[in-house]
């Protein structure tokens, strides 16, 4: 921008006094009261002030945005990613919970079958020893008899 629109936009901006007796034709706004004095008072300050001026109000709208980001943006995916991350850790444990109970399932019906097999096997075996000691004492008295017989 060239000095004279610069000038030129300064007298736009910054009030002119009226002539004396001439009142204005519209009361000024107070906002553009406030703009054309924040501009009258920058327009005086040297250009290191004017400099530092714009890094301030920059930074400031750079965190109003930020913070606005931060709010409405990254916070709540953050708190999604979180939620997410839980269930899939809950999913997980339910997961395991459930192998875990058939697995003790499994074990436990196996245990269950060995020990029905082991019954089975004592049973026969109970069946043989019965059927071996009647044998035995049948074999037993068979040959008293003919002792007592052979005897006399």
């Known amino acids: 921008m060239t000095e004279r629109a610069a ?11 009226p002539a004396a007796g001439v009142q204005p034709a519209q009361p000024a706004d107070p906002k553009i009261t406030m703009v054309r004095e924040a501009l009258g008072f920058l327009s005086r300050q040297h250009p290191a002030y004017l400099t530092l001026w ?5 930074l400031g709208a750079c965190m109003w945005f930020g913070g606005q980001y931060v709010v409405n943006t990254a916070i709540p995916a953050h708190l999604a990613s979180i939620k997410q991350g839980y269930k899939e ?3 997980k444990h339910m997961e395991d ?3 875990t109970e058939r697995q003790h399932r499994e074990h436990m ?3 269950v079958h060995e020990m029905q097999h082991s019954n089975q096997l004592l049973d ?6 019965v059927l071996q000691v009647r044998a035995r004492d049948h074999a037993a008295s068979g040959s008293s008899e003919k002792q007592k017989g052979g005897g006399q």
Do not use: F, G, H
């Open 7 to 17: 000038k030129q936009l300064a007298s736009q901006l910054v009030p002119q006094t």
């Open 54 to 58: 714009a890094v301030l109000i920059s």
């Open 89 to 91: 850790l809950w999913d």
């Open 97 to 99: 919970k459930q192998q």
């Open 109 to 111: 019906d196996q245990i």
């Open 124 to 129: 026969s075996l109970v069946r043989e020893l």
